[in-house]
């Protein structure tokens, strides 16, 4: 029993992603207001982004930076001790898709509030039927 618990609290920055997830999906299905179901979807998407960082970090390894001595010897590259840097930029790449996803989305609710004078969801659908 104590190693499981040692297991899990060692493992802190996954709970912390899904715990994110589970807030973000929770926010984007039960809540009514538009604003507050962009803001569940970027809470989504950074449980995400977290959560993939989380798995290309690896303890004790250092940057793939690999030194050549100046005396011309070569040396064998070990790949266990060098972290991968693919899951990072995917992540700055999905960064930036967030933001800009984020900005139109409020770009979005503005004119749907210009409209309808209403960010609630069930009021704009049940004026778009009536037009």
């Not at 303890?59 to 899951?87: K, Q, R």
Request: glycine share 4%.
């Amino acid at each position: 029993m104590e190693q499981l618990f040692s297991i899990l609290v060692s493992k802190y920055n996954y709970w912390a992603s899904v715990v994110l997830m589970m807030i973000g999906l929770y926010a984007m299905i039960q809540k009514k207001n538009l604003i507050k179901k962009l803001v569940g979807m970027n809470i989504l998407q950074t449980a995400v982004i977290l959560f993939y960082v989380s798995v290309g970090y690896k303890f004790g390894a250092t940057i793939p930076i690999v030194h050549h001595p100046h005396n011309g010897n070569h040396f064998a590259v070990h790949a266990s001790e060098y972290i991968n840097p693919l899951p990072h930029v995917l992540m700055l790449t999905a960064i930036v898709v967030s933001v800009s996803t984020f900005g139109v989305a409020l770009a979005l609710a503005v004119k749907i509030y210009k409209e309808y004078r209403t960010l609630d969801e069930d009021e704009v659908l049940t004026r778009i039927r009536e037009s």
